[in-house]
């Protein structure tokens, strides 16, 4: 297996190995819905904020959009057309001959690692990212201007990718060895309204340490923040001296921010995130339960009529019951794997369908 470690690291500006191209100011009130992805300076969705049918000259496909506003420094690879907004510059390698998903996905990694060094007071701009340095893998590391290795970053994200695609078939090949359960369907359940509060337990984090306050490391306990993406998850860290973690098999609430998250490992969190907590909770009923607290947080916003603690006790949620009116978490665990299991099954079907020269569709 190839190892980061092995290679010699050199430093190149980003200038040096891309073309940086700006986006294009793009106004609510001028879109039009379509179907070109557009690009905006978030963090989630893969850099994307909408469809649109408007076009302009940052119509562009096989390149990194970098965020120089917003959420500063984060990185898509963007293989399809899609239009870009004026937060976000487009990266297009340099090299003609490596301008694949591979080496656009080693590269992502290394421009993110710089994250930390910008904020929204101090932006990504094209003067800074044009200066702004990356360290790559390199061939002839003797020489005075040392290439980077591009057939090492290549073979390395794929070899990678071809792991996860292996460990994730056999975990499917797994799950629809089992049995399967028949189950009614939703619509053939009745519901009942229940607030949180009769629900879980909603307790504050037990942790609540700020990001500049963590001993560094790359340990075994998630770091939990308002994030949107990565379950939550901005970090791995160490055991932290001084403050509990939280255990897992709970779900996690970012008031503020809306981010809902099923946590299955013990945790370290930021601030403001709340814990729910119930007998009945696993990943199972959590997957059923985590789209309706989001559709819940949706009613919420800045402001006077944001999510306080007190807020979300008190609101409710529809859920099915059983023949004693009560939520009937045995349903919600089999109705949840079930999906969870039928799309398994769809995806080995299809992989099966697209070995046999067929399009998997």
Known sequence: MLNLHDRDWQAFPLNSIFVIKPGKRLTKADMRKGNYPFVGATDSNNGITGFVSNTNVSLDNGVLGVNYNGSVVETFFHPYECIFSDDVKRLQ????????????????????????????????????????????????????????????????????????????????????????????????????????????TITPTSSSIDKINLTKGNGDFPYISRTKRSNGVDSFVDEQQGYL????????????????????????????????????????????????????????????QGATLTRLRRSKIMLPINEDNNPDWMYMEQYAHSIKNQKAKDYLQQKRTSKHGNPPY
């Open 93 to 200: 390698l340099k090299n003609a001959l490596y301008k694949n998903q591979y080496v656009y996905l080693f590269l992502k990694v290394a421009i993110v690692q710089q994250k930390e060094k910008y904020a929204y007071g101090y932006k990504f701009n094209g003067q800074r990212m044009n200066r702004q340095a990356i360290f790559l893998p390199v061939v002839n590391a003797d020489v005075v201007k040392p290439e980077p290795d591009w057939q090492f970053m290549n073979d390395y994200i794929a070899e990678r990718e071809q792991g996860c695609l292996a460990r994730y078939e056999n975990h499917l090949n797994d799950l629809t060895n089992k049995a399967d359960v028949d189950i009614e369907s939703l619509e053939q359940k009745v519901w009942h309204e229940f607030p949180l509060s009769s629900l879980f």
């Open 245 to 304: 973690h939280d255990k897992g098999n709970c779900i996690t609430i970012g008031l503020d921010t809306q981010t809902v998250f099923f946590q299955p490992y013990d945790f370290y969190t930021g601030q403001n995130i709340q814990i729910l907590r119930n007998e009945y909770l696993n990943v199972h009923t959590a997957n059923f339960i985590l789209p309706l607290l989001r559709n819940l947080l949706m009613a919420f916003s800045w402001g006077s």
